[in-house]
């Protein structure tokens, strides 16, 4: 028994092998002294591999395991929660590879090893990741074919083979759970802990937020229309409306916003204040493929009518959605090109939050801003008078100083750089201490139309932030002073306005963004970016295409037929494995005179008389006339038979084999004459 | 002369037992140097001194009867003295070629390892071509002709290995083995085996012999057989387990021996079983192991039982 519990040599490198694929790609997210120590106990390996060190003896091993669970405690501090937990996996991963003695070990190794790269996926779903998931997952299969096989074997790349190739066996499987199995809501929610790394907008509005942005070539959404993509400066892709001013942030007004009669969701009776805006003029349709955010707003174009359900329009005309974007989705969007709603009036309650200013703020601004107010004739000559002066000695950059207290002051009168957000909130500050009802919107402008594909794809660094102001008898009327001061961010692109500036793509030192003047790679990413987009869309947005596949197939979607089909379908899926075993298995006989011999033989075999296969059929005859004298003459005549159609090229005995075998029943002669039958 | 089917085993039997009565209790062995002969081909025999190499070869000469000298291989012996030598003659004031032993129907190399390679390489044209090149000028050798080499086994003191090429040249090799028991002790109760000798009587004429060669080629080995022998020869190409695989003539001479065997046994259509019977005498001496073990005999039975015979 020992010797089949010992775990062979060379099976114990595979496994190595599975363990660097698996752990590697989580360095990214772990914390460094895992990746530390999981290098220790691969270098350990190695050794006790080349015979150079021992296995570590039991006070080491509980020496390791206190250290890695110190450590576990001390940076996260809990254990609850996605990071700590693969963390903790992987910890483990590495002390059971340290010990691993026998087979037994090593198939926990195996198990640990299948569970880490899958974990892979909680972090991220892309193309990249999903290939080297899959990667790994044929590396650990490999580790577990190497552990079964004996070093009597030569060939060191066979558990290699064997690992893809069971993988392979596993993929028709694989592909019939993907397109079936229900997407389940999970059972219990585990804290994604979000730590600063990733991008994205945030629900409030600082200066320096977008700058922040603007660094990133992340992709944040991507756009498919149904009819021809509208010219940049129509893209405003309206995400958050924020109304409210601490002196410095800028926030939604939550309390009205989303109160429930301010909230129209698809499917409901549109409410008074949409009654105009839908069905009036012209409209575009398309669908968006957000990247997670964890949020629970949306990015449309104005004025957004919801098409999926689950979404929902406010009274501001963004859009949000039930649930957080926890993962890629997609919603389809119709927007009217109306104008809002005229007679729209705002209450005195709204008038005065889209006024109010904390008091002690920007004193020179608020002075000068009550003064012009009284110079200009109507709203819209002051909206002209501050565009202009922004138009003529402003600079717009992605470095701007640092401001103050004062920050509207400093950047209007004394900087004069500042990004979009800089503009536009102090271009709404202006307005509010000129009287006028005033708030900033955050979201993307413009896009990269993938010309080849017809697909817009807004990145991080097309975040914008612009203004609306209340013009009585228009409504929200948008004004974007970034427009005044730099049109081209508007028209072409802000890679175009701010290529050469420092920091920027400095958040994606890899990004092929950097190289957008070399033709070739130009191409290269926009191919890669469609690649990512059919992922994103098919795969990982399958959910949506599910349902309606689904209703399709089945008729009606209950419970007990998608479990018929899944069970019909991993049936079907695996046929063709089936098939090929059986191919491999039986040699292919052309001959039917085969064929017949081989039922006979089969038929023998049936009684417990098999022929080995380097028996020839007179001397296999002689030991079954040995073993069973009741049925030595049909034995005799079908080999005689046999060899004279086979060998003796008797052309007509191949008639007389074929009569011969179908009269064979050994059984039921064995029945008969069981008495003869010697031991 | 056209001999059927059922008389050609009789006469087949007929030789058998008229050697067997030199060789007590080895009717496998005898048949098998038939089907080597039969199949045009050369033997070689493989044993300890005093089992009856010598024997054997005589029994079959005479009872063959056919031509036959005899060289015993010693470690001066020169390749003239194999070929023959031409003599000045003072009557006619000539050279004139005095044929060595070569030139008879049936040549019995006794040890032939004995000798050195040059000596043994003597041979070599000989027996694949059926003729001797002496002094320039090449004559042919009387037909039929065999060559029946024994040798001791090569551990022995005093040996010069065969090599791999003079050893493919031989069809067939044999090791005889002690004489079970029953056929002992018949042999240590008979008389003189040199006396024995002296009483068989030829059985064939030279001119019977050689249209039961021609017969041999007549036997049919069907698609089916060729299969099977390509698998086998296939398997010890591929399985490593040999150094080197069967080469071409190997499977030749298979073929050529299986189609013997199944005329001695009176078929006029080879069998599994016929190759099977023939393949540790022509195979074995061919196949050299691949590890540290000297031969592949027992090896040469794993190679049967492995591939499939359908």
Known sequence: MTAIRQLPRYGSLWLLIAFVASVLPHTGHLPPWISVAAAVAVAWRVQIFRGAWHYPGRWVKFALLCLCLAGLVLVYGRLYGLEPMVAMLVAAYALKLLEMRDKRDALIVVYLGFFVAVSLCLFDQSLVTAAIVLFALAAVTAGLAGIHQTDLHHRHFRPAMTGAMLLGQALPLMLVLFLVMPRLPPLWSVPMQRESGTTGMSDTLSPGDITQLGRSAEVAFRVEFADDVPPRRRLYWRGLVLSRFDGRTWSQWESWTYARDNIHMHGEAPPHWLAGQWGTGTSVAYRVTLEPTQQHWLYSLPIPQPLTAGTGVTRNYSLVRREPVVSETAYRVRSWQARPDASDSLSPLRRRVETHLPAGYNPRTQRIARQWAAEADDTEALVRRVLDTFRRDFFYTLNPPALGQHSVDEFLWDSRRGYCEHFASAFAFFMRAAGVPARVVVGYQGGEHHRAENYLIVRQYDAHAWAEVWLEGSGWVRVDPTVAVAPERIERSVVDVLEGEEGLFSASPLSLERFRSVAWLNTLRLRLDYLDYLWTKWVLGYREQQQSLLGDLLGRVEPWRIALFLLAGAGLALLPVLAWCFVQARPAFTRVEDRWYRHFCDRLAGIGLAREPGEAPGDFARRVAVREPAIVEPVKGITEAYERCRYGGDRAAGAELKARVRRFRPRWSRLFFYKDRKP | ?310
Request: charged share 20%; hydrophobic share 40%.
């Open chain 2, 1 to 310: 002369m056209n001999v059927p089917v059922h008389n050609t085993r009789k006469v087949m039997d007929t030789i058998v037992q008229a050697v067997a009565t030199v060789l007590l209790g080895k009717e496998d062995q005898i048949r098998l140097a038939l089907a080597c002969l039969l199949a045009r081909g050369h033997l070689l025999i493989e044993d300890l001194p005093g089992m009856g190499k010598t024997t054997l070869a005589q029994g079959l000469a005479r009872a063959l009867g056919l031509s036959f000298s005899r060289i015993q291989f010693t470690s001066d012996l020169l390749p003239a003295d194999i070929l023959g030598i031409s003599v000045y003659e003072r009557n006619s004031g000539e050279f004139r070629f005095h044929p060595g032993p070569v030139f008879s129907q049936l040549l019995l190399a006794d040890e032939i390892n004995r000798t050195t390679p040059k000596t043994q390489s003597a041979l070599l044209e000989a027996m694949a071509e059926g003729q001797a090149t002496v002094e320039g000028e090449t004559r042919p050798l009387p037909r039929p002709f065999f060559v029946i080499a024994t040798q001791n086994p090569v551990t022995q003191a005093g040996t010069f290995p065969l090599p791999e090429s003079q050893q493919d040249r031989f069809t067939a090799c044999l090791s005889l083995g002690y004489p079970d028991p029953a056929a002992e002790r018949r042999l240590l109760e008979g008389g003189d085996p040199r006396r024995l000798l002296d009483r068989i009587s030829p059985c064939l004429s030279a001119e019977q012999l050689q249209h039961f060669q021609h017969a041999v080629s007549r036997i049919t080995a069907s698609e089916a057989i060729i299969d099977y022998l390509q698998r086998l020869i296939q398997y010890t190409r591929t399985q490593g387990e040999f150094e080197h695989g069967l080469s071409p003539r190997a499977g030749l001479a298979l073929l050529q021996c299986a189609r013997a065997w199944a005329m001695i046994a009176g078929r006029h259509y080879v069998v599994p079983e016929d190759v099977q019977a023939v393949f540790p005498a022509v195979a074995g001496h061919r196949l050299q192991g691949a590890g540290v073990t000297a031969t592949g005999e027992g090896r040469v039975e794993q190679v049967l039982n492995a591939v499939d015979v359908l």
